[in-house]
């Protein structure tokens, strides 16, 4: 019997044996693309699943816009869940090629939001807490999870020794692939985390922010690689937030007055306020970085504020951050490491099936030791962002105060005079309020939202081939406001 390239025999006993040879053949699994990639992905200095999902969500809302659109299905999701996020409504608000598309997929959600303000006050479902999850996001979390699999697996083989020299998981993919990894493959990733983020490590990361020095391992990494090391890529690599265009009503320190001049603006009043809070909070602590004060209690934790905070900062502050950075993930890996240690070695589990121990392409890893549910719980857990809580308590106390402020009949006007708030904060509004300032909000801002369908829809017709003898109306540019009134402004 002849064995092919991809077969191997092995005796079941030993050759010198007399009894009869009972051949067991094991099939030897072709290395996928998806392993491949992050297999060539080891020999950079970044996280492999970063790497991998990189520009994912706007091939997503790329394909999206050339025929996603035209599936009922999709596109009610997206109605559904009240349009995309910030970060992905300014990447909408760029594409000039696919405005008509853009135009049609936001009269869909603006007439989906009318709905949901014409029925009784509280079944409108309230958006997420900062407004930062969309179907472009769905996706990217999915072949994020998708990348930590193959990653995992690319873990269990010899290429495994790598790990750790110079690419390394950051800490949102290492929760998401450790579903995946046994007891013996997370000690070994936990041990090159050790050792980069130990002495040497720490070396590495206090001297790459000066450019010239060098750590004892002869690498010279620029801040920015160092701490996308331990947080993660960015996901838009042109924040700003920091040091964008002044905000005039900054200036007014009465809230009520602040709140009522921005209801007449032409943006979100309640993500104006929760910008420039966010505006503030970094220029304060970049500021403070330079003297000795203690920061790590207001130094911002999710990758989405810190990438803020680093670009909007000064070179202090960006010390400041990977020191914050460096000195929880490393706490967070010992304790990890030694929750791991006084585990028990193995965990009792179901019997695996007769036929699984002749094939290696057979999901082995509910068989071999598990990882502890303690440990699995620690790494996957998100710290929690003191930035993101004061944002979040920002935003509730904006709509309650907006509430307030609708008995004035100043303020009614303002609103219906101004852009007044968007279509998330509306319907989270029109939830949190009582029951005679939501009625006064939704009448306004429905009134606001038929005129901006009406513009769509207007803008649509004009841009048939059979209109091209009309002129041109104020309507052009109704697709780029339709986006800011559903989407608002990122903070």
């Known amino acids: 019997m002849r064995a092919d390239r991809t077969t191997a025999v092995e005796p079941s006993v030993s050759p010198s044996s007399p009894q009869r040879r009972i051949f067991r053949w094991r099939k030897r699994p072709a290395r996928s693309e998806g392993e491949q990639r992050l297999d060539t992905a080891l020999r950079r200095a970044a996280c492999p699943v970063c790497l991998a999902t990189e520009g994912v969500d706007a091939v997503w809302l790329r394909r999206f816009l050339q025929e996603g659109y035209q599936i009922p299905d999709v596109l009610g999701q997206v109605a559904r869940d009240r349009g995309f996020c910030g970060r992905h409504g300014e990447w909408l608000a760029s594409c000039e090629d696919y405005s008509a598309t853009v135009a049609h997929v936001h009269a869909v959600i603006l007439r989906r939001a009318v709905d949901d303000l014409g029925r009784r006050r509280g079944n409108a479902r309230a958006p997420s807490r900062l407004g930062l999850a969309c179907r472009a996001c769905a996706h990217e979390s999915e072949v994020s999870r998708t990348e930590s699999f193959f990653f995992a697996r690319t873990l269990a083989r010899a290429s495994a020794g790598r790990y750790g020299d110079p690419a390394m998981l950051c800490a949102r993919h290492l929760g998401t692939a450790l579903d995946w990894m046994d007891r013996r493959t997370l000690e070994a990733v936990l041990g090159a985390h050790t050792e980069r983020l130990g002495a040497p490590g720490a070396a590495a990361l206090s001297l790459a922010g000066h450019p010239g020095k060098q750590d004892p ?171 993101c809580d004061a944002l979040a308590a920002a935003e509730r106390r904006t709509i309650e105060l907006l509430g307030i402020l609708l008995s004035e009949s100043g303020a009614r006007e303002a609103l219906e005079r101004g852009f007044g708030v968007c279509a998330r904060h509306t319907l989270q509004a029109a939830s949190l309020l009582g029951q005679q300032a939501a009625a006064a909000l939704t009448a306004a801002m429905r009134v606001k939202f038929d005129a901006m369908i009406w513009e769509l829809d207007e803008l649509l017709r004009r841009s048939a081939w059979n209109a091209r003898a009309e002129p041109p109306g104020a309507q052009d540019p109704a697709w780029r406001r339709a986006v800011l009134l559903v989407s608002g402004r990122m903070a």
Do not use: Y
Not at 334 to 356: D, F, K, Q, Y
């Open 217 to 387: 391992a002869g690498d010279i990494e620029s801040s920015e690689t160092c701490i996308a090391r331990v947080i993660g890529e960015p996901r838009q690599r042109a924040s700003r937030v920091a040091s964008d265009g002044a905000d005039l009503r900054a200036s007014l320190h009465d809230p009520r007055a602040r709140l009522k001049a921005r209801l007449a603006d032409d943006s979100c009043a309640v993500c104006a306020e929760m910008r420039q809070l966010q505006r503030h909070w970094i220029r304060w602590i970049d500021a403070e970085s330079a003297s000795d004060e203690r920061l790590e209690d207001i130094l911002p934790v999710c990758p989405h504020h810190v990438w803020n905070a680093f670009h909007g900062g000064g070179a202090a502050l960006q010390e400041r951050l990977i020191e914050h950075a460096v000195r929880q993930e490393r706490a967070r890996i010992l304790h990890a490491r030694r929750m791991l240690g006084g585990a028990p070695r193995s965990t009792p589990g179901p019997r695996p099936a007769l036929i699984w121990p002749f094939h290696r392409s057979a999901p082995a890893w509910p068989f071999r030791r598990r990882v502890p549910g303690s440990v699995r719980e620690l790494l996957q857990r998100s710290p929690r962002c003191p930035l």
